[in-house]
């Protein structure tokens, strides 16, 4: 028999099905966007990366964060053809999205397993749509169900974590992930985002009910000097004292600098050194344990250089 692999890879999930979520004509949040992510992470540089197909997730799962008669009313709007609108026009479904949403919880919740079974050395998501807008109760900003606080929650509830770390770097806060902490002292949330900014949210006051929020509010304009600063100056201290257990990102890549829907100057090597810094704190609390879920990015070239460079940064790990 071959002798088993001296380091765990960095597993991908991703599922065909992820494609079939199409809100129409024009709107950002596209099938290109997972097909920009996918052609950079299948460059030679990436062969040593592991590749698993996203199960389908659970009713039970998404009552781990949203409510009984959402996930029901959700369920039910699927339409059979054409779209139905959920919040005004941003936040759409067609009749491929319930099985694409499905498969991003469901990629969420495995990559958790992986990791807390020891099968991975950290997981990435390729999954869309992005899901951090989803509150418990309510689809908004193109986000169904929120995939990272579900994750999140699974991990408590499935393997006895005490301390569960969502940090966020999508341009634009998650509220939906804030209101699904806010009351709950065991998980922590901080995101780093434009402000002002949809959806107005994440204010530095809000800090939730045991101060397990953090949010780092940066100006439209943002240098990569400034948000490294200030990143490093509130949000990851947090992390450390935080010491969760596992941590999950919510990986935007919609502060690049290339972005149409914001106005931060990232470049892909900011992505790089956030995930660094954050595996290093990892590294010391959690044995390295870090699921990363796919949010935002609407620039094709923005996207695809940096969810490669934050790949690229788990891998290197």
Do not use: K
């Not at 908004?140 to 499935?158: D, K, P, S, Y």
């Not at 065991?186 to 929020?213: K, M, V, W």
């Amino acid at each position: 028999m071959p002798s088993p692999p001296t380091e765990l890879p960095t597993l991908v999930f991703h599922h065909q099905a992820c494609l079939g979520h199409e809100p129409g004509p024009g709107h950002p949040e596209s099938p290109w966007r997972l097909h920009a992510v996918l052609g950079a992470l299948r460059q030679p540089e990436f062969a040593p990366l592991a590749w698993r197909e996203a199960p389908a997730g659970t009713r039970e799962q998404l009552l781990l964060v949203h409510d009984t008669g959402y996930v029901d009313a959700i369920h039910a709007a699927t339409p059979l053809g054409g779209l139905v609108a959920l919040d005004g026009g941003d936040t759409l479904m067609s009749p491929g999205s319930w099985d694409a949403v499905m498969r991003c919880v469901g990629a969420a919740c495995a990559g958790v397993d992986a990791v807390m079974r020891g099968e991975a050395a950290n997981v990435f998501c390729a999954t869309r749509p992005c899901g951090h807008h989803a509150e418990p109760d309510r689809a908004m900003g193109f986000c169904l169900f929120n995939q990272a606080a579900i994750a999140a929650v699974h991990a408590l509830e499935t393997y006895g974590l005490q301390r569960v770390a969502v940090v966020d770097f999508d341009v634009h806060h998650g509220n939906g992930t804030q209101a699904a902490f806010f009351d709950r002292p065991e998980l922590f949330y901080g995101s780093s985002h434009q402000s002002p900014l949809y959806p107005g949210t994440g204010a530095a006051s809000e800090r939730g009910a045991g101060n397990n929020i953090v949010n780092v509010p940066l100006p439209p304009g943002c240098s990569p000097d400034l948000f490294c600063a200030r990143t490093a100056s509130s949000l990851l201290p947090a992390v450390r004292e935080f010491a969760p257990q596992l941590i999950v990102i919510s990986a935007g890549f919609d502060a690049h600098r290339l972005d149409p829907l914001a106005s931060m100057n990232l470049e892909n090597e900011d992505f790089a050194w956030i995930t660094r810094e954050l595996m290093a704190i990892a590294a010391d609390v959690c044995e390295g344990r870090i699921v990363s879920i796919l949010e935002g990015g609407y620039s094709a070239e923005g996207l695809a250089g940096g969810c490669a460079a934050h790949v690229r940064a788990l891998m290197q790990g």
